[in-house]
């Protein structure tokens, strides 16, 4: 399906549902925007498929060629965006999540009335320029995952507490209950009413503050998508020290000249050591000397309940693969192991042929960091035979009891991965877990024994648990 001089190149499409008019195309080769677009000839095939697929009411949502996956995704019957990806094993989920961002982009910028009342053509296309920066970024091979996880990604500052207090007392004194402290699109602290922000603006709030250029303050009019998609906000963001904005959502007060420099430094310059602190938590998310194990090299921590995440592959950063590659077989493995063992609902017949699908096709999902070093065999073992599934007694024995019940919401739910290239001792360990509202996704390095994933995983998830 590649077109010449295309191949390797995601493209994003969004078309005016009834009218089939491309509004704006994008495009990401190796992660960064590429000029390449494809044929207006084939932008209305990909539409006119999906089309005429609604008018005999089918839903068409995915499909797959010999190099390509595309995913389909209409909104308010208004907006149709579509997805190309040619990455070999390319998940569906992942795709989805694309797409559900990306709306929720344009909504956070533009407004869901102007997406669902299209009046003038030309006037939303140029109104949409406003979202391409921060599109562009879900496109690229950014350090969050929240676009895929749908948690806000967090750090984890060393004197979190001082900083608590700082900003509940800043948020009053400014008049707005809506506050937080980002780092490099990572939320440090938060007031209780910016953590009750729904999805996506949660998530997409401080990405949107990571992607903009550096400014000391802005006034920048938004929309949010889930609590108030027609009528606008304010999204005041203040720079502390380079990298660190502090971020205040509100109404029309107060006035960005009202946050004076003598308010600012009457409560964060007493701070400024523990401010300081938190600048190298954005690729890290963990406090500095957090006893992590060696084999360790990155990890993925959720807070269902919370819709939080920690994520870093900054551990034993001078270890083969790279962080980008670290990055890619950590959200990889997440979304296999969402689509396949965690599923959060229950699926349908068609959703599991895809996970089986994608079961098949994840050996392709690991890159290669360099020729002679390939995943020709791969292992997904779930709790059930790898661990002991508590869940299924045997056959003849007597009914369970409530304690029995009870112990078992303690016990860890886990599944495991092992690259195994032809040569021993390399490749790398892939383990999830979850307990509770809690999942830990670790990446490790092939010294790790596979016995011993599960101890590593449950002591790594333990002492992570104070933190999230």
């Given at each position: 399906?590649?077109?010449?001089?295309?191949e390797?190149?995601?493209h994003?499409?969004?078309l005016?549902?009834?009218?089939?008019v491309?509004?704006?195309?994008?495009?990401?080769?190796?992660?960064?925007?590429a000029?390449?677009?494809?044929?207006?000839s084939?932008?209305g095939?990909?539409?006119?498929v999906?089309?005429f697929?609604?008018?005999?009411?089918?839903?068409l949502?995915?499909?797959?060629?010999?190099?390509?996956?595309?995913?389909?995704?209409?909104?308010?019957?208004?907006?149709?965006?579509?997805?190309?990806?040619?990455?070999?094993?390319?998940?569906?989920?992942?795709?989805?999540?694309?797409?559900?961002?990306?709306?929720?982009?344009?909504?956070?910028?533009?407004?869901l009335?102007?997406?669902?009342?299209?009046r003038?053509?030309?006037?939303?296309?140029?109104?949409?320029?406003?979202?391409?920066?921060?599109?562009?970024?879900?496109?690229?091979d950014?350090?969050?995952?929240?676009?895929?996880?749908?948690?806000v990604?967090?750090?984890?500052?060393?004197?979190?507490?001082?900083?608590?207090?700082a900003?509940?007392?800043?948020?009053?004194?400014?008049?707005?209950?809506?506050?937080s402290?980002?780092?490099?699109?990572?939320?440090?602290?938060?007031?209780?009413?910016?953590?009750?922000?729904?999805?996506p603006?949660?998530?997409?709030?401080?990405?949107?503050?990571?992607?903009?250029?550096?400014?000391?303050?802005?006034?920048?009019?938004?929309?949010?998508?889930?609590?108030?998609?027609?009528?606008?906000?304010?999204?005041?963001?203040?720079?502390?020290?380079?990298g660190?904005?502090?971020?205040?959502?509100?109404?029309?007060?107060?006035?960005?000249?009202?946050?004076?420099?003598?308010?600012?430094?009457?409560?964060?310059?007493?701070?400024?050591?523990?401010?300081?602190?938190c600048?190298?938590l954005?690729?890290?998310?963990?406090?500095a000397?957090?006893?992590?194990?060696?084999?360790?090299?990155?990890?993925l921590?959720?807070?269902?309940e919370?819709?939080?995440?920690?994520?870093?592959?900054?551990?034993?950063?001078?270890?083969?693969?790279s962080?980008?590659?670290?990055?890619?077989?950590?959200?990889?493995?997440?979304?296999?192991?969402?689509?396949?063992?965690?599923?959060?609902?229950?699926?349908?017949?068609?959703?599991?042929?895809s996970?089986?699908?994608?079961?098949?096709?994840?050996?392709?999902?690991?890159p290669?960091?360099?020729?002679?070093?390939?995943?020709?065999?791969?292992?997904l073992?779930?709790?059930?035979?790898?661990?002991?599934?508590?869940?299924s007694?045997?056959?003849?024995?007597?009914?369970?009891?409530?304690?029995?019940?009870?112990?078992?919401?303690?016990?860890?739910?886990?599944?495991?991965?092992?690259?195994?290239?032809?040569?021993?001792?390399?490749?790398?360990?892939?383990v999830?877990?979850?307990?509770?509202?809690?999942?830990?996704l670790?990446?490790?390095?092939?010294?790790?024994?596979?016995?011993g994933?599960?101890?590593?995983?449950?002591?790594?998830?333990?002492?992570?648990?104070?933190?999230?």
């Amino acid at each position: 399906m590649g077109e010449e001089g295309t191949e390797g190149i995601v493209h994003l499409m969004c078309l005016a549902a009834s009218s089939g008019v491309p509004l704006f195309c994008r495009s990401s080769r190796g992660g960064a925007p590429a000029r390449q677009q494809l044929p207006f000839s084939v932008i209305g095939s990909l539409n006119g498929v999906h089309m005429f697929g609604q008018n005999l009411e089918v839903q068409l949502s995915s499909a797959r060629t010999e190099d390509t996956t595309v995913v389909w995704k209409s909104f308010h019957d208004s907006i149709t965006l579509i997805v190309l990806s040619p990455e070999e094993g390319t998940s569906e989920l992942r795709l989805e999540r694309l797409l559900q961002m990306v709306f929720g982009a344009m909504v956070l910028l533009v407004g869901l009335e102007e997406l669902t009342n299209i009046r003038n053509v030309e006037r939303l296309k140029k109104e949409l320029r406003a979202s391409y920066r921060l599109i562009d970024s879900f496109l690229g091979d950014s350090e969050l995952i929240g676009d895929l996880t749908q948690c806000v990604d967090c750090v984890v500052p060393p004197e979190g507490s001082l900083l608590q207090e700082a900003l509940s007392g800043f948020a009053e004194a400014a008049g707005t209950a809506f506050v937080s402290l980002v780092v490099s699109g990572r939320v440090v602290a938060a007031t209780e009413s910016w953590w009750r922000l729904g999805m996506p603006e949660a998530v997409l709030l401080p990405w949107l503050v990571g992607s903009l250029p550096p400014q000391a303050a802005r006034d920048y009019p938004v929309y949010l998508p889930h609590g108030s998609p027609t009528v606008p906000h304010r999204l005041l963001t203040l720079t502390l020290l380079p990298g660190l904005e502090l971020c205040l959502l509100c109404g029309p007060r107060p006035p960005l000249g009202q946050l004076d420099p003598q308010l600012l430094e009457r409560w964060w310059l007493p701070l400024l050591d523990p401010l300081r602190a938190c600048l190298p938590l954005g690729p890290r998310a963990l406090p500095a000397g957090f006893p992590l194990h060696t084999d360790i090299l990155g990890l993925l921590l959720l807070h269902l309940e919370l819709k939080r995440c920690l994520f870093t592959v900054e551990p034993s950063g001078d270890k083969e693969p790279s962080p980008e590659q670290r990055r890619r077989l950590l959200r990889s493995f997440y979304t296999l192991v969402s689509a396949t063992h965690f599923p959060p609902d229950e699926k349908t017949e068609a959703q599991l042929s895809s996970s089986r699908a994608t079961i098949q096709t994840w050996a392709a999902w690991f890159p290669q960091p360099h020729a002679a070093l390939h995943c020709s065999q791969y292992r997904l073992c779930p709790s059930s035979s790898l661990w002991g599934d508590p869940q299924s007694p045997e056959p003849g024995q007597p009914e369970e009891k409530a304690e029995d019940t009870a112990h078992r919401a303690q016990v860890p739910r886990a599944c495991y991965l092992v690259s195994a290239p032809e040569e021993p001792g390399t490749g790398w360990r892939l383990v999830a877990l979850q307990l509770g509202p809690r999942q830990l996704l670790l990446l490790l390095s092939s010294q790790s024994p596979t016995h011993g994933l599960r101890v590593l995983a449950t002591h790594t998830l333990h002492a992570l648990t104070p933190l999230l």
